[in-house]
């Protein structure tokens, strides 16, 4: 019961972008039952920690059968890191730099993703923001989740006014 809920640790967003990008193509079920994996084998996600892997780690991660084994994902996932430093470098976090780029349409997220990340289509990018609460529409505004997200004041609800 997190999705939609604003996320205030930069290795929790760098967490929910690494298992939005292994999600394309799968379930979220399949992801869900193998977050604890990617934990353990992300190193809780550590951003300079992951950002330091090499090809010794590389091979590591594709032979861990708990998580998604494909090279261009765990390729993306570590590339994200080192560009989640070059982030905190100029902005100081990467939560003030999604922050700073707020608000935005969908499609301009879209722009600024694919020029900062890599493998960051469009639908990853539209999920990965609506779970950390910069995009609306995690929940209708008549569910009870809805309403507890409100309290927090998200970022998307900041931009509406």
Known sequence: MEYGFPVGSDDLLFERLVLEINQAGLSWL???KKREAFRS???GFEIDRVACYGNRERRRLMNDEGIVRN???IDAAIENA???QDIR???GSLGRWLESNHP???EEWQRLFKKTFVFTG????RSFLLSCGFLPGSHDDDCPIFKRIARLNP???KSEG
């Open 122 to 125: 469009g639908e990853i990018t």
């Open 89 to 91: 470098e100029g902005s």
């Open 41 to 43: 084998a992300y190193e």
């Open 104 to 106: 935005r349409t969908p």
């Open 82 to 84: 080192r560009r989640v």
């Open 30 to 32: 399949t992801i869900l």
């Open 155 to 157: 970022p998307f609800m």
């Open 71 to 73: 090279g261009k994902k």
